[in-house]
C-alpha cells in the first residue's frame, strides 16, 4: 500500500548498518531506522514534553516505541494524545534515500513517502506491517522519499 506521513521525529534509532531487525527475526536485515514520529496534536511541542519516548524492547517481533508520560496525565489525556504517535522501521529504497534519512534529526518535521510491505525472513519468518498509522501498530516502510523541514 502506498504510505504518505508527515509529522514530528519523536525519536529515532539508527543501526549499523544490516544490523537492525537481524536481532530479532534473524536474517531479516534491511531495515536502518526506527523512526517514532507524531502527528496531528503530537506536533505540538507543548504535548511532546509531555513525553518520553525511546525504542526499546520487542513487541511482534520487531522493536517498538515507548511514550511515558513525564508527568501527571490521565487516562483520558493519554488515550486523546497516544493514538498520533506510531513506530515506523524504514528501510530505504535507495543508497541516495539512505543518505537523506541518515540527515533525519530528532525534532524535526518529515514527510515520508513509499510503500508499506511485509517482510519475510530467509527461515520463513514474517513481519507484518501495519497499514493505518495511530493503531498502536508498528509500520515497516519501503521509503522512496524523504522530506526534511526543520522547526
Known amino acids: 500500500a502506498q504510505f504518505e506521513a508527515r509529522g514530528r521525529v519523536l525519536n ?10 537481524v536481532n530479532w527475526i534473524p536474517g531479516l536485515r534491511p531495515a536502518t531506522h526506527d523512526i517514532g514520529l507524531g502527528f496531528g496534536p503530537m506536533t505540538d511541542t507543548a504535548n511532546v514534553s509531555r513525553f518520553s519516548f525511546s525504542h526499546e524492547g520487542v513487541s511482534h517481533g520487531l522493536r517498538a516505541l515507548f511514550a511515558r508520560p513525564r508527568g501527571a496525565m490521565t487516562q483520558q489525556e493519554f ?44 527461515d520463513g519468518q514474517v513481519a507484518t506491517t501495519s497499514t493505518r498509522a495511530g493503531d498502536r501498530e508498528c509500520e515497516i516502510l519501503w521509503l522512496e522519499d524523504v522530506r526534511i523541514a526543520r522547526l
Request: glycine share 6%.
Open 12 to 21: 529515532i534509532e539508527r543501526f549499523k548498518p544490516y544490523q537492525s531487525l
Open 79 to 122: 488515550d486523546a494524545l497516544a493514538p498520533n504517535i506510531t513506530n515506523v522501521h524504514v528501510i530505504p529504497a535507495s543508497d541516495a534515500v539512505y543518505a537523506q534519512l541518515r540527515r533525519v534529526r530528532q525534532g524535526e518535521l518529515v514527510t515520508l513517502r513509499g510503500l508499506l510491505v511485509n517482510v519475510r525472513g530467509a
